[in-house]
């Protein structure tokens, strides 16, 4: 495909590069559609992304509504329909600040601001819409041939809270229809597997906005999953000498300026409480709590490693357009755990670490992962503890220690946390992008701040090295994640519900008690179904709303031979079976954790 570079000289584009192109002008072709139909509207970034393109728009006191971004997509139609042949040209900086000053461009006009002195500014033009860019671009807008627009968002000028919130337009755009079809599979896909549909359908969670925005709130059948999530890595902890404490939901300003917290996590903190002369915060994490545990009481070498775990509950101010059910939420649940270790114990402790992820992986059938050694960026000094003799230790060990446990792993800069590097495990999920499920990070830093101790074998006073690690993130994001991976569809020990009972009619439903009671005495969740309703509609609500693993169909001839008909939601096969033959394959299922 032919482009159009800032020079003005037109050149095939190199294929890898095709895309990329025609999502940066299509975000150019839909600010030109926004401008036509809001005249007023002041166009600030506009980029191509991995998967599509978006403009960040400010449009005054107008929302936008599903119809108007209709309205826009079908703008952006009549111009490539046009054929307007895209053009450009240049100023020095001078005179582009004048040139968008007078155009009223408030957004680019600050943003050439930041740019060097000597810069030479380019603008590309299709029709009457001009805008300040590198490029390149497509040559005529009808070689933009499928796109669309796929929804709206908020967004701050220059991603900082105290600005403007602008309007996020975003969009998607292929080389080809088939590309764009496939696309919409997906999406339809990323709908039918979606959490909070799914968690809405089957009430699992749910949230409002009077209690506030991204602060979910578990029923009865989510908070038992919830419940499982819980017991089973408490479980597996203590097996492996994990001491589980309980550490209130806030501290003081001061607790977290000692930790660094205060200066490099401060913007995602919710703002201090002044009470009684003392400042608090709801915590954004649990190391600060747990460094005072340690510090509690002297310690041994001899006691080291210290284990301490703790489901803890935390609060991070996200903005309100990344929240995402209990994916992305301002209250979550960590499974969190730090612990104490001398130098010569780290690569020990990392190994066991590396195992229970896998081991914990392998019980939820996560095959998917990857994992990344993730280090600081030298040239960031605000993000990241200013020391490089500590970064450079710490760094150094932990990928000596994962090259000695034989870990596969790439490296990324500028991934670490701002006191250590880190070991995450990212998941590639059924439909979206991957994220980081579980991490084990290597901390030299909070034992100094906090100047923690322990009298080592020759008497004198080292300092511990600390490792963070969460095994199944926060319970709330690795719910979010099973839900999406199983469409609710969960293995029988994790369902809420694991068995429902469903006679046929009125004449079968002191068998089904029976039946109910003799399971539920076995420790398996089960519901009786005796409602007045036909059967076909039983086994659909029970199958497709509360996705039960089994259902057990009790007509008069499984009453009359003290059988009962168990139907599988995963096959839709029906086996009649004895009752004590049916608890016993429900409960080692159930013991097994059979996924």
Same mark, same amino acid.
Request: charged share 30%; net charge negative.
């Given at each position: 495909?032919?482009?159009?570079?800032?020079?003005?000289?037109?050149?095939?584009?190199?294929?890898?590069?095709?895309?990329?192109?025609?999502?940066?002008?299509?975000?150019?072709?839909?600010?030109?559609?926004?401008?036509?139909?809001?005249?007023?509207?002041?166009?600030?970034?506009?980029?191509?992304?991995?998967?599509?393109?978006?403009?960040?728009?400010?449009?005054?006191?107008?929302?936008?509504?599903?119809?108007?971004?209709?309205?826009?997509?079908?703008?952006?139609?009549?111009?490539?329909?046009?054929?307007?042949?895209?053009?450009?040209?240049?100023?020095?900086?001078?005179?582009?600040?004048?040139?968008?000053?007078?155009?009223?461009?408030?957004?680019?006009?600050?943003?050439?601001?930041?740019?060097?002195?000597?810069?030479?500014?380019?603008?590309?033009?299709?029709?009457?819409?001009?805008?300040?860019?590198?490029?390149?671009?497509?040559?005529?807008?009808?070689?933009?041939?499928?796109?669309?627009?796929?929804?709206?968002?908020?967004?701050?000028?220059?991603?900082?809270?105290?600005?403007?919130?602008?309007?996020?337009?975003?969009?998607?755009?292929?080389?080809?229809?088939?590309?764009?079809?496939?696309?919409?599979?997906?999406?339809?896909?990323?709908?039918?597997?979606?959490?909070?549909?799914?968690?809405?359908?089957?009430?699992?969670?749910?949230?409002?906005?009077?209690?506030?925005?991204?602060?979910?709130?578990?029923?009865?059948?989510?908070?038992?999953?919830?419940?499982?999530?819980?017991?089973?890595?408490?479980?597996?902890?203590?097996?492996?000498?994990?001491?589980?404490?309980?550490?209130?939901?806030?501290?003081?300003?001061?607790?977290?300026?000692?930790?660094?917290?205060?200066?490099?996590?401060?913007?995602?903190?919710?703002?201090?409480?002044?009470?009684?002369?003392?400042?608090?915060?709801?915590?954004?994490?649990?190391?600060?709590?747990?460094?005072?545990?340690?510090?509690?009481?002297?310690?041994?070498?001899?006691?080291?490693?210290?284990?301490?775990?703790?489901?803890?509950?935390?609060?991070?101010?996200?903005?309100?357009?990344?929240?995402?059910?209990?994916?992305?939420?301002?209250?979550?649940?960590?499974?969190?755990?730090?612990?104490?270790?001398?130098?010569?114990?780290?690569?020990?402790?990392?190994?066991?670490?590396?195992?229970?992820?896998?081991?914990?992986?392998?019980?939820?059938?996560?095959?998917?992962?990857?994992?990344?050694?993730?280090?600081?960026?030298?040239?960031?000094?605000?993000?990241?503890?200013?020391?490089?003799?500590?970064?450079?230790?710490?760094?150094?060990?932990?990928?000596?220690?994962?090259?000695?446990?034989?870990?596969?792993?790439?490296?990324?800069?500028?991934?670490?946390?701002?006191?250590?590097?880190?070991?995450?495990?990212?998941?590639?999920?059924?439909?979206?992008?991957?994220?980081?499920?579980?991490?084990? =990070?290597?901390?030299?830093?909070?034992?100094?701040?906090?100047?923690?101790?322990?009298?080592?074998?020759?008497?004198?006073?080292?300092?511990?090295?600390?490792?963070?690690?969460?095994?199944?993130?926060?319970?709330?994001?690795?719910?979010?994640?099973?839900?999406?991976?199983?469409?609710?569809?969960?293995?029988?020990?994790?369902?809420?519900?694991?068995?429902?009972?469903?006679?046929?009619?009125?004449?079968?439903?002191?068998?089904?008690?029976?039946?109910?009671?003799?399971?539920?005495?076995?420790?398996?969740?089960?519901?009786?179904?005796?409602?007045?309703?036909?059967?076909?509609?039983?086994?659909?609500?029970?199958?497709?709303?509360?996705?039960?693993?089994?259902?057990?169909?009790?007509? =008069?001839?499984?009453?009359?031979?003290?059988?009962?008909?168990?139907?599988?939601?995963?096959?839709?096969?029906?086996?009649?079976?004895?009752?004590?033959?049916?608890?016993?394959?429900?409960?080692?299922?159930?013991?097994?954790?059979?996924?």
């Amino acid at each position: 495909m032919k482009i159009l570079y800032n020079d003005g000289h037109v050149d095939e584009c190199p294929q890898e590069e095709v895309t990329h192109v025609l999502r940066h002008s299509a975000a150019h072709i839909m600010a030109q559609a926004i401008e036509r139909l809001y005249p007023e509207a002041d166009f600030a970034y506009g980029p191509a992304t991995d998967r599509g393109f978006y403009y960040d728009v400010d449009l005054g006191d107008k929302k936008l509504s599903d119809e108007d971004l209709a309205a826009i997509e079908a703008e952006m139609r009549k111009i490539i329909k046009e054929n307007l042949p895209f053009k450009t040209f240049a100023y020095n900086r001078e005179e582009a600040v004048k040139y968008l000053h007078e155009r009223g461009a408030v957004y680019k006009e600050e943003h050439v601001g930041d740019l060097p002195e000597d810069a030479t500014i380019t603008f590309y033009q299709q029709g009457d819409y001009v805008d300040m860019c590198v490029g390149p671009h497509i040559t005529y807008t009808k070689n933009l041939k499928a796109f669309k627009i796929t929804g709206q968002s908020g967004a701050y000028w220059k991603n900082d809270a105290s600005r403007k919130m602008l309007t996020r337009i975003n969009g998607v755009a292929f080389q080809t229809k088939e590309e764009l079809e496939e696309y919409e599979k997906q999406v339809e896909e990323a709908r039918a597997r979606d959490h909070r549909k799914i968690g809405k359908e089957m009430s699992l969670f749910m949230t409002d906005d009077l209690i506030g925005k991204g602060l979910p709130m578990f029923l009865p059948k989510g908070y038992t999953l919830w419940r499982e999530l819980e017991d089973y890595i408490r479980d597996k902890e203590l097996k492996l000498g994990y001491q589980h404490v309980l550490t209130p939901c806030v501290g003081t300003v001061a607790l977290y300026q000692t930790s660094g917290h205060w200066d490099h996590y401060k913007e995602n903190m919710f703002p201090a409480m002044e009470v009684e002369d003392e400042s608090f915060v709801l915590r954004p994490m649990n190391c600060p709590h747990h460094m005072m545990i340690y510090a509690n009481k002297p310690h041994s070498y001899r006691e080291l490693p210290i284990r301490i775990g703790e489901i803890a509950h935390d609060f991070r101010f996200e903005p309100s357009g990344s929240l995402k059910g209990i994916e992305r939420g301002r209250h979550f649940c960590q499974n969190d755990a730090h612990l104490f270790v001398t130098p010569a114990q780290i690569k020990d402790e990392v190994s066991r670490v590396v195992d229970l992820i896998f081991e914990v992986y392998k019980d939820f059938g996560i095959t998917d992962y990857r994992c990344v050694l993730s280090l600081r960026d030298p040239a960031d000094t605000r993000k990241y503890h200013p020391d490089d003799e500590m970064w450079n230790t710490a760094e150094d060990a932990l990928r000596q220690v994962l090259n000695d446990i034989g870990i596969d792993y790439t490296e990324e800069i500028g991934e670490a946390a701002f006191y250590g590097p880190k070991l995450d495990i990212n998941v590639k999920p059924a439909v979206g992008v991957e994220y980081t499920l579980s991490t084990c =990070q290597l901390d030299f830093c909070l034992p100094a701040k906090f100047d923690l101790k322990y009298i080592d074998s020759d008497g004198s006073e080292k300092t511990p090295v600390v490792l963070h690690r969460a095994i199944l993130g926060s319970l709330d994001r690795f719910m979010a994640y099973i839900i999406e991976e199983t469409k609710g569809k969960f293995p029988v020990w994790l369902a809420p519900l694991q068995v429902k009972v469903l006679p046929v009619s009125e004449k079968t439903n002191d068998y089904a008690a029976r039946v109910t009671e003799a399971i539920e005495n076995n420790g398996v969740r089960v519901q009786l179904d005796d409602r007045n309703e036909k059967i076909g509609y039983k086994i659909r609500e029970a199958q497709q709303v509360d996705r039960c693993p089994y259902m057990l169909i009790i007509g =008069q001839k499984e009453a009359d031979e003290g059988t009962v008909s168990v139907r599988s939601r995963d096959t839709g096969e029906t086996e009649v079976m004895s009752l004590d033959a049916f608890i016993k394959k429900v409960t080692e299922e159930i013991l097994n954790k059979v996924h």
